[in-house]
């Protein structure tokens, strides 16, 4: 069983930035891919990025590219979302998530809520 948390959520403006991590409990944290989706009210979650166990391979949805960037520090058992250029769109709770694969995930934390005001 791998316990996740989430932290750095809150309320930002449009334009600016956040950084939102994951600490994992668990011994083997460098054995599992890791993500984070997000979930807006009256909207389907999304994978909003992933990355691979030694975190060469990545994933960015659409959304996000370009303004978002997955990292990992396996020696913290953390996971990063480093949050740039938010816009009123990216309003959502969002989740870290823990698997074997970036496109398969077996344990996911409580969310952390992300607001972004004009």
């Known amino acids: 069983q791998v316990q996740l948390v989430e932290s750095g959520g809150g309320l930002v403006q449009a334009g600016g930035s956040l950084r939102l991590s994951c600490v994992a409990s668990t011994r083997t944290f460098g054995n599992y891919a890791m993500g984070w989706f997000r979930q807006a009210p009256g909207k389907e979650r999304e994978r909003v990025a992933a990355?691979?166990?030694?975190?060469?391979?990545?994933y960015y949805s659409g959304s996000v590219k370009g303004r978002f960037t997955i990292s990992r520090d396996n020696a913290k058992n953390t996971v990063y979302l480093q949050m740039n250029s938010l816009k009123l769109e990216d309003t959502a709770v969002y989740y870290c998530?823990?698997?074997?694969?970036?496109?398969?995930?077996?344990?996911w934390g409580q969310g952390t809520l992300v607001t972004v005001s004009s």
């Open positions: 998530a823990a698997g074997p694969f970036t496109t398969e995930f077996d344990y």
């Open positions: 990355i691979g166990p030694r975190g060469t391979i990545t």
